[in-house]
């Protein structure tokens, strides 16, 4: 039983994405709760990595980790220098370079949205 609605994301599915993340060594990951202002979305995670290498590892590790999950992406987008996005319906992954993170500054954009203090495992 869980308390979230069909495809909703679960604390599980969240907390599965940040310890990929921290597993390989990314920096600033940043949990977005998007529920009180948009209608379509409910979590953004931001992480940033500091080389094209970093972001496909980054890639990989979540990609495989919500594999064992039985969550598959809906889509990718990248890969990227810069970027790579890891769409799983309500939750999107943001992976990002430096340069990109500043330059686009999801965290500005969404002023308004709660951010999630989650920690790894």
Do not use: N
């Not at 987008?77 to 769409?87: A, F, N, T, Y």
């Amino acid at each position: 039983m869980t308390d979230s609605p069909a495809g909703a994301p679960t604390p599980q599915q969240i907390q599965t994405i940040v310890d990929a993340l921290d597993d390989k060594r990314a920096k600033d990951i940043t949990v977005l709760d998007l529920r009180g202002v948009s209608t379509s979305l409910d979590f953004f995670v931001i992480a940033t990595g500091e080389s094209s290498l970093q972001l496909k590892a980054l890639e990989e590790s979540v990609r495989e980790r919500m594999k064992a999950a039985a969550q598959l992406p809906e889509g990718v987008e990248g890969p990227s220098d810069r970027w790579v996005l890891i769409d799983y319906g309500t939750v999107v992954v943001h992976l990002m370079s430096p340069e990109a993170r500043d330059f686009y500054d999801l965290e500005g954009l969404w002023a308004d949205a709660a951010k999630l203090e989650v920690v790894p495992s």
